[in-house]
């Protein structure tokens, strides 16, 4: 990539917890990696961080580490190489957000600006949930992708996320995926209806980027401790993970991305300047 361009920013968000967010932003980043796409993964699950697991790596240093500790070089966080990709650490102690102090906040920044123009994209696994706490981080993001699974309290609670979000910024693009469905009906559904919701009462269209597949082996991926997309290739889910992906880097760019737009909308959203 050139000098001039900035990473794109996604945040995979959900309303409700538990509908395969990790899962979901940790393959999805394995296959951009693959596709040759410079990728950091940055876990930002207040207080549950749990990427590292997914990954089977271990890594000395998290995010807060870097926060609390002036001494630390910004490359330590970054734990580098792992299944074809980057990734920092959330850690377990990862405090709220509203918590950090204005010189914390600024620590942050120092990691996105150096990781601004090093990689191509840059997925947030976020925490359930648009909170006070993580608007801010949704609101400087390029990009958002909703998870919802076909249950009714998760398509609701994708309902009420969008929503909130929509309410400060109605530009924002969203992505909408539906996880763990039992049949592609079911899952195709599950959008459909909340596409016309958000059509109706938002007027704003959102994009869908698929369905993935109720899959055993995303289980049995999580207890071996290797990604899905790693470890059983030719899984339902994996394949289904290929598609999206496709999807992803094929659409047309939806912002321009030169210098250090995330950082700048950031410290206007916090700061306001
Ligand atoms: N497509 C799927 N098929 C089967 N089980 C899934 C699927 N996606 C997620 N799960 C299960 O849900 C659990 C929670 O997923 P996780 O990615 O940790 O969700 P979140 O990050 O949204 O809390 C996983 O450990 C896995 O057991
Ligand atoms: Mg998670």
């Known amino acids: 990539m050139s000098d001039s361009e900035a990473a794109k ?53 998290s995010i807060m580490d870097y926060i609390e500790e002036k001494e630390l070089d910004i490359a330590t966080v970054i734990c580098e190489n792992v ?20 010189k914390q906040m600024e620590r942050f920044f120092e990691v996105m600006e150096y990781a601004i123009h090093k990689y191509d994209y840059i ?3 976020m925490g359930a949930g648009a909170t006070k706490e993580t608007l801010e981080f949704l609101l400087a993001m390029d990009e958002i992708i909703v998870v919802t ?41 599950t959008i459909t209806r909340l596409q016309e919701t958000v059509r109706k009462f ?3 269209e959102i994009v869908s980027l ?34 999206m992906v496709h999807r992803l880097t094929g659409k047309r760019e939806s912002r321009d991305r030169k210098g250090t737009g995330f950082v700048k909308t950031f410290r206007k959203l916090f700061f306001g300047r």
């Not at 309303?15 to 979901?24: A, E, L, P, R």
């Not at 951009?32 to 000395?60: A, C, P, Q, T, Y």
């Not at 698929?210 to 889910?237: C, F």
């Open 9 to 61: 920013t996604i945040a995979i968000v959900s309303g409700k917890g538990g509908v395969g967010k990790s899962n979901i932003s940790t393959n999805l980043s394995i296959l951009l990696g693959k596709e040759n796409k410079k990728v950091l993964l940055f876990d930002l699950d207040i207080g549950m961080g749990n990427i590292h697991i997914l990954l089977g790596s271990h890594h000395s240093y």
């Open 83 to 102: 299944h074809g990709i980057s990734y920092i650490s959330g850690g377990n102690g990862l405090k709220n957000i509203v918590e950090w102090k204005e």
């Open 123 to 125: 997925l947030f696994d």
């Open 149 to 189: 699974t076909p249950e009714p309290t998760s398509i609701t609670d994708a309902y009420s996320m969008m929503k909130y979000i929509y309410l400060r910024d109605g530009e924002k693009p969203f992505y909408l995926l539906c996880n763990r469905a039992e049949f592609k009906n079911e899952g195709l559904q």
């Open 202 to 204: 938002l007027h704003k």
């Open 210 to 243: 698929g369905v993935l597949p109720e899959d055993s082996a995303v289980r049995k991926a999580v207890i071996h401790q290797t990604p899905i997309v790693v470890g059983y290739p030719a899984s339902a889910m994996t394949l289904s993970l290929h598609t």
